[in-house]
């Protein structure tokens, strides 16, 4: 479903700190699959992520969404793709603080001009789904490490996106939150989303939930694990 | 349309519960917006109210005024004048006035001593009637106590109260002593068939400017003042005081502008970031943009509403008591009078325009740059 | 005279608009050199990111303008009363030879706001800044005007004077005149409603033509230009009249003031808005044609013909209303 090809990206292009992130990375992520890209630390997972879920552009090479090119695609309508496609949870989660779970939950949703009550209960369904619709009006500040994850988790679903993006999301976790951790998202799959995740983790590259992991290293492909 | 009108509900809210979480600071500023808004507005209010008041006083003043000028200072004018012009088509009516200042010894101030043109008006012998701020500046022990008025040491002229001005008759009459022909005469000790000067009613308001040309080849040495011109030298004194005030507002305008500039260029590590968390998961940079605008407005909105019922409270409420003296004060009496509430929408709009426009300005370019930051780099 | 709030603050308006124009225009210069789509660099990526902030900011001083067109005029009403010989915003105007330049290029500003503000929408609904270009050039002959405002503002508040005696509206509008005022006042007032009739006929049909057959936008601009100059014709000449009950009473700026309930707003402001839209119909077909567009282009162009009706309409309504309730019979 998703089409990269031959992708490059140059931080500070034409500076002396110019630093080539990726080069030359060829991929195709398939549908409704758990994929993972492990790798050392600056290999350009993240960056590779970045351009997959069309949060950052390629200096040169394309990206394909189901066929559609996303690439050259002004800010706005890469935004407009994005918020169509993807949903994210962040390694530190980036929940906002001084904002209740629900309001949290609620952000993606918010400039897109739906029926407010109609997402309401659509994001108090996923959290009660998560185990955590007790804590819908408490602030974000209160919540545990795992709850805060499953918070962010619901955030990324609400406008029930087809892919889920998650970088390093284990990375804050002990092992049996780990482990909770791909229960919920083979759960994810098995609704039909497609996942793709980075992880220097050996506990996730092992799990058996897990459909592929890609290894990179210096911003390239080192081989496919099927 | 229900779309767009949700939208900008559901980022209006999140604006409020944004808002929310920075209460001191956010009442902060909206409190010093407010202060800002409220001087401005309260000149603007008031000198807007002095201009009604004067065209009240004016409308029922006489269309034309004729001085008699010697040595091209104002001089008494002689009564065989008024059967001169009396021939004259479109004058309606023709009255010599009887008019005069008094300065009191006693507190310096200054009284204007009339004799009203309407005989049926004018006090019996002896006694007077009064502008509403002469008990309070001669501190008259009670309601009916006597007026003595003192011409030169050890004179001493009494006058009984026959009625006190009402409040409403405003700015001009307040410092006005009405009496009776005779006493008037004998007070300033005038001869008779003197005027101070005539005033002239006219029919038909444009026929005014042919009359004063006629009256002109009459009588060359008159001076001739028409309502119109005393209206507009009204109107340009308040105007212009207005302008001096509004200017001094402006520079309070002025240091606003630098502070809010300030505050949101200087967004905190902590605003920054939440900007980033919200791109990262799907706002777009129009969507930021409109959030902070809807922050800008709120607070613009509230601020002006605050200043703007403060400032009526304060001009109408409390008779301006902060800054009357600047706008009004020509004589020792400052008028004691409450001013008729009113708004005009064209000085709301003005005040809008000075007032929000340099806030939207220095805003957005900060927020701009807020709005466009990278939405990986929270990633990182 | 420079020193009054309602004068202050159309004074900051323009400077503030002026000092956007002329940023935005030396940032219109750099993209229309540098702007290159197919390139994914840093600098084509702020050149993108900046245009959203100069049209944010340009598309706000465009509504500024056409605030401050309305605020000028009324504050020229208020103002005749210091004037000797005014009796409305006509004898401000006239206090000297700026005021009227002020007025007219505060119009023109009007509708060159309006129709640069419709571009900026419509380009922003395409996937590939189809208009960007177009907009940006368009800023460059804007900017001009907007200085050019500036300047005759200021110099009209300037140089006003109240000692000068100013000629009043029935001075100007007056048949024996000369000059183009004097010549709509003389018009004959059947001839003036026909014109706004025929008109109004043509725009109406050329505005079906695109609701229902998705043509004729061009001439739908044409008709609304035309109806604009007609209905002003026809104010000056009949309306007014009408208005004022009075058979010789024609000034176009006297139905702003209060005595008449303020009713000039009711028919300007539909007019104005009416017109700007029809014109930006015809201005839509003939620029808005890439293939990004394909879709939006012509949902617009309904869209914008519907309001355009609906101004004219309400307009028209203005006019009967007008008509039908006054004292005045001018014929039959
Ligand atoms: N915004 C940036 N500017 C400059 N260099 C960056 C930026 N983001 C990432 N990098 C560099 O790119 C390389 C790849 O980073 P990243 O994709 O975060 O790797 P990983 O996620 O595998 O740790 C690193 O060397 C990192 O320092
Ligand atoms: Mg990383």
Redesign the interface.
Known sequence: MISVQSVCKTYNEGRPSALTALDGIDLEIARNALTVFKGPSGSGKTTLLSIISCMARPTSGRVLIDGRMVSGLPERFLTLERRRTFGFVFQRFNLIRGLSVLENVLLPATPLGGERRADAKRALARLEMLGIAGKAGERVEFLSGGEAQRAAIARALINDPPVLIADEPTANLDTELAHRFLDIVSGLRAEGRTVIMTSHDPRIWAADQVDRVVSMRDGRLEENEA | MT?????Q???AE?TL??LA?RRIKNTGLLLIYAMVIFVVAS??LF?TALRKEAEVVLAEAPEVIIQNLVMGRHDLIPGDVIAEIDGIRGVASIKGRLWGYFYDRLNGANYTLMVPLDPAMAPPAGQAIIGESLPRVREMPWETAPLFLSRTPGDLVRFDIAKRLSSDSALVSTDLILLNEANFRAFFELPEDVYTDIALSIRNPREIDTIVEKIGRLLPNARLVTR?EI??TY??LF??R???M??LA?ASVLAFVIFAAEKASGLSA?ETR?IG??K????????V???KLWEGGLVSFGAFLLGTVLAYLHVFAFDAGLFASVLKGWSVIYPDFALTPGID???L???F??TV??Y??AT??PI?RAA?A???Q??? | MILQTPILALLLASALASAVALWAAWFGIRLLQHWDLASGSQRQLDLERRTELVSTLFGFVMLIEIAALFLLVFNADRMAALFVGAMCAVGTFNVNGWGFPALYLKITLFFAAALWLILDRVDRLGRDFPLTRLKFATILGIAPLVLAGFATELAFFLNMKTDVITSCCSKLFTPSNEGFAAEMTGLARAHALWLLGAAGGAVLVSGAAIVLRKRGERLFALAGAAFFFAALTAIVSVISLYVYDHPNHHCPFCLLKREYGYFGYALYVPLFAGTALALATGLLKTVANSDSLAGVQPKAIRHLTRLSLAGFALFGIAVLWSIATSQLILFG
């Open positions: 779309s767009w009108l949700r939208r509900r559901a980022l999140y519960a944004a979480r000149a603007t000198a119109d209206a507009r109107q340009k105007s212009w207005e302008g001096i509004v200017l402006g902590e939440e968390i919200l990262a998961i799907g706002w777009d940079t129009g969507d943009i409109a959030m929408g064209l000085q709009t003005a005040l325009f000075l426009l340099p939207m300005a957005i370019v701009w466009t990278d939405p990986d929270v990633m990182r």
